[in-house]
């Protein structure tokens, strides 16, 4: 192999952060040019000897001490020896894109049920301290980039993601669905939480953006129809027909709910259908008798306008299927015979 008499890295990879030079055949007079941006690490049996700053080097034992050390044969002024030049991009990388692999799960304070959430963002490092960053990730790869970075640590990003989020959610009691306005605070605290860890590697965290929080898709569409049923027992709670409407509303609630986890309801779905197996027993039937007091025997009088609100609410329990078309009538010219 011809000896080298100049060694230079121009990247063209924006990602890029380490490239290790293809020979080892250098000499005495050999000229190591090193960019702005750049260090030049040279690795002589997997030992990093000294490393050399941006300008134009040539190799002399006059200025660079560690080459007496591999030169033990005089060749006169091209004295030729073998050794190892890595060059280290030093610019900042700052759209390192992240996100979570798989949903982490959340109990959310407003609604009290579990919930999935996802989330994604950019992060941006720099290599500070080259000779721990090769020792230590890059080894005997002969070239590292933002990628491989990104995938040696996405793990303990998403760990701390799911620690501050948590906190943030219980701790704090904000609900997933106003916790977008904190993106910044969150973002402070994973950036605090992760930065030590980066540095031990020779790493600097130069950014850190929680971009968005979101909630599957298809978990979205439950929360969404139980968070319906909910307001609708809420306003059907306070006409006067005592407690017992509002609890029969709550069952269809739980019901519903409990059905949809059957196409994917997630966390929420598989929650309540637990529950509602719980609950499955209730005589239904003898409970809507019991609380809304429609029974035939009842002896009190009652007035034209609360006949009329019983027929109401008597014919919307028949539309919602809560009660049988014979049960129905049966109760309607009961009610009627007391106008």
């Known amino acids: 192999m011809a000896l080298i008499d100049r060694t230079k ?80 991009n030093k610019t900042a990388k700052r759209d390192i894109k992240w996100g979570t692999p798989s949903p982490i799960q959340v109990i959310d304070p407003k609604l009290g049920f579990p919930i999935s959430i996802r989330s994604f963002g950019l992060w941006g490092i720099r290599v500070i301290d080259s000779r721990s960053f090769m020792l230590q990730l890059v080894g005997s790869m002969p070239e590292a980039n933002a990628d491989m970075v990104d995938r040696f640590f996405i793990g303990l990003i998403n760990q701390h993601l799911a620690t501050v989020l948590a906190k943030a959610v219980t701790a704090n009691e904000i609900s997933i669905f106003s916790i977008n306005a904190i993106l910044d605070d969150l973002s402070s605290l994973v950036a605090k939480a992760v930065e030590g860890e980066l540095r031990r590697f020779g790493i600097e965290l130069v950014n850190f953006d929680i971009r968005s929080i979101n909630i599957p898709e298809e978990e979205m569409s439950t929360i969404q129809d139980v968070l319906k049923k909910k307001m609708e027992a809420k306003e059907l709670s306070t006409i006067e027909i005592g407690q017992g409407y509002a609890t029969i509303k709550s069952f269809e609630i739980m019901k519903s709910a409990a059905e949809n986890s059957s196409d994917g309801g997630g966390a929420v779905g598989g929650m309540l259908a637990a529950g509602i197996g719980l609950g499955a027993g209730l005589p239904l039937g003898q409970e809507l008798g019991q609380k809304v007091n429609l029974s035939p025997t009842s002896g009190k009088a009652h007035g034209e306008n609360e006949v009329k609100d019983k027929l109401r609410q008597l014919k919307e329990l028949f539309d919602d299927g809560l009660i049988s078309k014979v049960q129905f009538e049966e109760k309607q010219r009961n009610l009627l015979d007391e106008l």
């Open 9 to 88: 890295f121009n990247s063209t990879d924006e990602g890029s952060l380490v490239w290790k030079y293809p020979s080892e055949e250098l000499t005495l007079g050999t000229e190591v040019i090193v960019n702005q941006s750049q260090e030049a690490v040279f690795v002589k049996g997997g030992e990093a000897l000294d490393i050399l700053g941006p300008g134009r080097h040539t190799l002399t034992t006059n200025n660079i001490p560690f080459l007496s050390k591999l030169i033990n044969l005089p060749f006169g002024g091209h004295t030729p020896f073998t050794a190892e030049i890595w060059y280290v």
